[in-house]
């Protein structure tokens, strides 16, 4: 059986980082954009590197411009832009696709593992893309920047949170994954 720890992934310098590396660890990877609605989670996301680290969480960012172009930067520019603006700690690696024809083998495997369903048919989030992406309603694809899966020990899919969840809302479930 696949797990996250099968594959590698490109760090924003172009080396390659095997995610076996992180055996033992819990992971929380997510999609990010710094042109964003949800940018500022960066912040929460690593205040939530910091207070877990030492007990095992691991945060992994992956760039994408799939969606309203929010990520236009370069590699090098994204890094600057984390490290500066939010002070992220956590790895940022290199900008990748998560959906359509050029899906990231990670993002394939984690959409697989936990499809997600949006969470509820309310809010401004649902309608903005009931009315710009209605075909993704449904669907495995990734919403939006700033969607998180959390990842166990093991390298199995815990969970799916969907854009609109801020890292603080899930806090229990990574203090139940931590706890494995």
């Not at 209605?134 to 998180?148: A, Q, R, S, V, Y």
């Amino acid at each position: 059986m696949t797990s996250v720890h099968d594959f590698s992934v490109k760090t924003a310098e172009g080396a390659e980082l095997d995610l076996g590396k992180f055996a033992g660890q819990v992971l929380l990877i997510v999609n990010v954009a710094s042109q964003c609605g949800f940018t500022p989670q960066y912040e929460a996301l690593e205040k939530i590197q910091r207070d877990y680290a030492e007990r095992g969480l691991q945060v992994l960012g992956f760039p994408c411009n799939q969606f309203g172009g929010q990520e236009p930067g370069s590699d090098v520019e994204i890094q600057q832009f984390c490290s500066t603006t939010y002070g992220v700690s956590f790895p940022v690696l290199a900008k990748i696709d998560v959906n359509g024809p050029e899906t990231a083998p990670l993002y394939r495997h984690l959409r697989a593992e936990q499809p997600g369903t949006f969470g509820p048919e309310v809010g401004a989030m649902y309608e903005f893309l009931k009315a710009s992406r209605p075909e993704t309603i449904g669907t495995d694809e990734i919403k939006w920047n700033f969607t998180k899966f959390l990842v166990g020990r093991d390298g199995e899919v815990i969970s799916r949170f969907e854009s609109a969840e801020a890292p603080d809302d899930f806090r229990a479930d990574i203090e139940k994954a931590l706890a494995h």
